[in-house]
């Protein structure tokens, strides 16, 4: 479970551009005019007319299967990061340094030689491991042991605040063991959905074949099948959306009753926790059905299960020919994309990955001053003043549900741009020379640093982000919203620039993170942010009429091969948007105040609001990865996290002179105005 990860953007990797793109046009600043579609109307489809420009100067780099401003600026970041890391790596300092440690992960990962000689011997010794196994009772240390090393495999364990009591964290333990994005593609009978599935098995021999299965093609369609019964009793997408669906605490006596043939206890010694007595098996039914697998499946096909998930897991780490297999599938049939990222950019992020805190303390020194950290810190408490109003204002909540809502809104913390303590890496050797045994390090770091948290109180100062990570999120069970220094950098924000373009940029942003702590998923959390009721029934009843609204809009929307957007799984991100947009809007208006409305290269300031707002969603998706969104992310493509909210607002429409009837102007009867 991460629910704290309800960002405003659909999480993305590192990108950059390629070589023969380093010509097309981008603005780094501002709007520029350059990116608009002068032949299209900004009453008919907003995202083309701020965004056609653009998209025709920017066609998707074959490493990839989207391309948008986030990639744009990760892309400008990589050449810092690229400086610090071959810098460090050329003079690593003293032993135990931060230095030390990020050049010698960065060097190692640049050792292509050393890890093409290495081929598969990093997996030999679990591979022994799993050939060993005599009975399937044995398959239950084996994956304590290696749950212990960091390595997930079947099921996902870690610590995050009690639900009922936010201030302490427990452990929670959730579903997992698929190797498909989730449990519908298990299921799907479409002919597009038949062939995926079938090309997910031959992606699974090939792997099988790589660890020297010696029947390869038979083995995968056991861990096909495998992990189809397991997706039966698997929650979809939607129901994960739902908190409930991860508060379940038990203790131990009342887990193993749940899992007879796995002991709790004994798995929590593994972990070097054996003081935990109390947890939440967040899906039941899921271990209920992962302890009778254990029993009823052949221990051969759990062999092939464990080979199979352990070289997938390690295959970015190693020979070419895994690497490469990967990517055949994960990237170019599940996302569309052409060609595989450079061993730089790869490094790079693999190294973020192990030591991202330390790599950060770096960057913000050299992309972060203290003048853009002290803006957005003050747009945040406009973007609050403006939310505060525009509760006081609506006339469907009663007043003591208002107060709450206040309370909860005057208890949210923000964290701009980097911790104000760094992580310490102290307990992590990393050594020059062995790519996989770094990799290993920090994943046995990493795993004994989470699940020492469990059962102290929370750790308030902590990021789950690094500062050179181009995204947000807000945390219910925080109540605070995060903003890495990344996504603050021009053209999202830029303290040199007008208002109308901070607000419309980064000041939706803002927004969206404040407003997810009232969507659907976060408005069941109170201003301590426990799980817990703050609302009359006649308000709910009221939210819930209004968010059903959203979702008839959304479900409306078809995006690639006749896919509709699927409006109950991305209401929590639409609420967001939509309110986002509104609360962006009231502060904008809020810092206005006093200012002449003076037109800039012709654009009045509100439509220079607007325009920022849509410029910083310019995304190109290739269809592969248009359709891996839609069926299975929380996220609507941004074309329409466009068209949705601005559709809905007046504000809008008199700033564009839109008109009744315009395809950018909702019905009175169907717009929709939550907060």
Same mark, same amino acid.
């Given at each position: 479970m991460r629910l704290r990860h309800l960002s405003p953007r659909l999480a993305a990797s590192a990108l950059a551009l390629t070589a023969t793109?380093?010509?097309?046009?981008?603005? =780094?600043?501002?709007?520029?005019? !350059?990116?608009?579609?002068?032949?299209?109307?900004?009453?008919?489809?907003?995202?083309?007319?701020?965004?056609?420009?653009?998209?025709?100067?920017?066609?998707?780099?074959?490493?990839?299967?989207i391309w948008s401003l986030d990639n744009e600026i990760q892309?400008?970041?990589?050449?810092?990061?690229?400086?610090?890391?071959?810098?460090?790596?050329?003079?690593?300092?003293?032993e135990g340094s931060v230095t030390q440690k990020i050049g010698d992960f960065y060097a190692s990962a640049m050792d292509e030689s050393a890890i093409e000689k290495a081929g598969r011997t990093p997996l030999k010794a679990d591979l022994a491991r799993i050939t060993a196994l005599k009975s399937n009772a044995d398959?239950?240390?084996?994956?304590?042991?290696?749950?212990?090393?960091?390595?997930?495999?079947? $099921?996902?364990?870690?610590?995050?605040?009690? +639900?009922?009591n936010a201030s302490q964290v427990i452990g929670y333990a959730t579903q997992g063991g698929l190797g498909l994005p989730d449990r519908d593609y298990y299921?799907?009978?479409?002919?597009?959905?038949?062939?995926?599935?079938?090309?997910?098995?031959?992606?699974?021999?090939?792997?099988?074949?790589?660890?020297? =299965?010696?029947?390869?093609?038979?083995?995968?369609?056991?861990?096909?099948?495998?992990?189809?019964?397991?997706?039966?009793?698997?929650?979809?997408p939607l129901a994960l959306r739902d908190p409930n669906n991860f508060y379940h605490p038990v203790d131990l006596a009342e887990a193993d009753a749940k899992t007879p043939h796995f002991s709790w206890g004994q798995y929590f010694g593994a972990l070097g926790r054996s003081d935990i007595k109390k947890f939440s098996l967040a899906q039941p039914q899921f271990f209920a059905a992962m302890d009778k697998a254990l029993t009823e499946v052949p221990l051969a096909h759990w062999q092939a299960y464990l080979r199979f998930h352990l070289a997938d897991g390690a295959a970015p780490y190693l020979s070419k020919e895994f690497v490469d297999a990967? $990517?055949? $599938?994960? /990237?170019?049939?599940?996302?569309?994309?052409?060609?595989?990222?450079?061993?730089? @950019?790869?490094?790079?992020?693999a190294t973020n990955d192990a030591l991202g805190e330390a790599v950060g303390e770096i960057y913000v020194a050299r992309v972060f001053p203290p003048a853009a950290k002290a803006g957005a810190e003050q747009l945040v408490e406009n973007l609050k003043k403006a939310l505060r109003a525009r509760i006081a204002k609506l006339d469907w909540m009663d007043a003591p549900t208002k107060q709450a809502a206040y309370a909860k809104l005057d208890t949210l913390v923000s964290k701009i741009g980097y911790p104000d303590r760094w992580r310490d890496y102290g307990a992590l050797h990393v050594v020059r020379g062995d790519y996989f045994a770094n990799v290993e390090a920090a994943g046995r770091f990493e795993a004994k640093r989470q699940y020492?948290?469990?059962?102290?109180?929370?750790?308030?100062?902590?990021?789950?982000m690094t500062p050179q990570t181009v995204n947000a999120y807000y945390d219910?069970?925080?109540?605070?919203?995060?903003?890495?220094?990344?996504?603050?950098?021009?053209?999202?924000?830029?303290?040199? +620039?007008?208002?109308?373009?901070?607000?419309?940029?980064?000041?939706?942003?803002?927004?969206?993170?404040?407003?997810?702590?009232?969507?659907?998923q976060g408005s069941q959390f109170d201003a301590k942010g426990n799980l817990a009721n703050w609302w009359s029934d006649k308000d709910r009843s009221?939210?819930?009429?209004?968010?059903?609204? !959203?979702?008839?809009?959304?479900?409306? $929307?078809?995006?690639?091969?006749?896919?509709?957007?699927?409006?109950?799984?991305?209401?929590?991100?639409?609420?967001?948007?939509?309110?986002?947009?509104?609360?962006?809007?009231?502060?904008? @208006?809020?810092?206005?105040?006093?200012?002449?409305?003076?037109?800039?290269?012709?654009?009045?300031?509100?439509?220079?609001?607007?325009?920022?707002?849509?410029? /910083?969603? @310019?995304?190109?998706?290739?269809?592969?990865?248009?359709?891996?969104?839609?069926?299975?992310?929380?996220? /609507?493509?941004?074309?329409?996290?466009?068209?949705?909210?601005?559709?809905?607002?007046?504000?809008?429409?008199?700033?564009?002179?839109?008109?009744a009837g315009d395809p950018m102007v909702r019905d009175a009867a169907k717009r929709v105005v939550i907060w």
């Open positions: 793109l380093c010509s097309a046009h981008t603005n =780094d600043h501002g709007l520029d005019a !350059l990116n608009f579609d002068a032949k299209t109307a900004a009453c008919s489809d907003f995202f083309q007319y701020a965004n056609g420009g653009w998209l025709a100067g920017n066609p998707i780099p074959p490493e990839y299967g892309d400008r970041n990589e050449a810092v990061l690229r400086e610090v890391l071959e810098a460090a790596a050329a003079k690593p300092g003293a398959i239950v240390p084996l994956l304590r042991d290696w749950h212990a090393q960091g390595n997930q495999v079947l $099921f996902g364990f870690g610590p995050e605040a009690d +639900m009922k299921f799907r009978d479409d002919a597009k959905s038949k062939t995926l599935l079938n090309q997910y098995r031959d992606y699974v021999a090939t792997l099988l074949r790589l660890s020297g =299965d010696t029947d390869a093609a038979a083995d995968a369609g056991h861990v096909v099948a495998l992990e189809t019964r397991l997706a039966k009793d698997s929650l979809d990967q $990517f055949a $599938f994960r /990237a170019k049939t599940l996302r569309g994309v052409e060609a595989l990222k450079p061993r730089w @950019r790869r490094a790079i992020d020492a948290k469990i059962g102290k109180p929370v750790d308030r100062s902590e990021w789950e219910p069970l925080r109540n605070e919203i995060v903003f890495p220094a990344a996504q603050l950098l021009p053209p999202y924000f830029d303290e040199k +620039m007008d208002d109308a373009v901070n607000y419309g940029g980064i000041g939706s942003v803002i927004g969206h993170e404040l407003l997810h702590g009232f969507d659907d009221q939210f819930e009429a209004r968010t059903g609204k !959203l979702v008839a809009q959304f479900d409306e $929307f078809v995006v690639v091969d006749g896919l509709h957007i699927q409006g109950k799984l991305t209401l929590g991100e639409n609420i967001a948007d939509l309110g986002g947009l509104q609360v962006a809007w009231d502060a904008f @208006r809020i810092a206005q105040n006093g200012k002449p409305d003076a037109a800039v290269d012709g654009l009045s300031p509100a439509q220079r609001f607007f325009l920022a707002f849509a410029q /910083a969603w @310019r995304t190109a998706q290739r269809p592969e990865a248009l359709r891996l969104q839609v069926q299975s992310n929380v996220h /609507a493509p941004a074309k329409w996290r466009v068209l949705g909210p601005v559709a809905n607002l007046p504000e809008f429409a008199a700033a564009f002179s839109c008109k």
